[in-house]
């Protein structure tokens, strides 16, 4: 690492109970090793939204830009509050697929890329493409990918038993411990 340049440790936020998870241990991490913090959220205009460049209706680019700094302003504040991460702090917004902006960003020696697990269900990894294995898969730095929280499995349970109409015995959502 050259002189002045601060270490960085990066991290993909979405929005996602995973990508926050994730932000909490960049954080850690970045306090950990007297690094800089850079969140950066990627963003990429609806699908078809530039399929007619020549149209008379332009898409609202501007709008889709600024959803994406608030998406991340949010993460940022839900994640902290307003004590913020106690690590020197910037957030980008960029257009690109996630994975990629991720890669490109994390691009100097000394950086750490940090992730969320992402989901794993067997229809969501064939109808979207993993972030997750596209950094680990193309990353120059090292890559630390933070696993789903165990109460995930739980609260899907209750979500799928509330949805359905399902009673809901209250014991188990404790182990039965009072």
Same mark, same amino acid.
């Given at each position: 690492? $050259? &002189? ?7 991290? $993909? +936020?979405?929005? =996602? ?19 800089? *913090?850079?969140? +950066? $959220? ?12 020549? =149209? ?33 702090? !910037? ?24 992730? $969320?697990?992402? !989901?794993?269900? #067997?229809? !969501?990894?064939?109808?979207?493409p993993s972030v997750a294995r596209y950094c680990l898969a193309h990353a120059a730095c090292p890559v630390l990918a933070v696993p789903r =929280? ?6 899907? =349970?209750?979500?799928? #038993?509330?949805? *359905? ?6 014991? &188990? ?6």
């Open positions: 690492m $050259g &002189e002045g340049e601060r270490r960085r440790v990066v991290v $993909g +936020v979405s929005g =996602s109970p995973g990508s926050l998870a994730a932000l909490h241990r960049g954080a850690f991490e970045a306090r950990r090793t007297g690094a800089a *913090l850079l969140v +950066v $959220g990627a963003w990429e205009p609806p699908r078809g939204a530039l399929a007619h460049p020549s =149209s008379m209706l332009a898409p609202p680019m501007t709008e889709f830009r600024q959803m994406a700094d608030d998406r991340l302003l949010t993460a940022l504040a839900t994640a902290f509050g307003a004590d913020g991460p106690g690590v020197p702090c !910037r957030g980008l917004v960029v257009w690109d697929r996630p994975g990629r902006a991720l890669v490109r960003t994390a691009d100097r020696l000394g950086d750490l890329l940090v992730i $969320g697990g992402g !989901r794993r269900g #067997r229809m !969501r990894r064939a109808l979207f =929280s165990p109460l995930h499995r739980e609260l899907a =349970s209750v979500r799928r #038993r509330v949805s *359905l109409r399902l009673p809901l015995d209250a014991s &188990e959502l404790t182990d039965g411990r009072s």
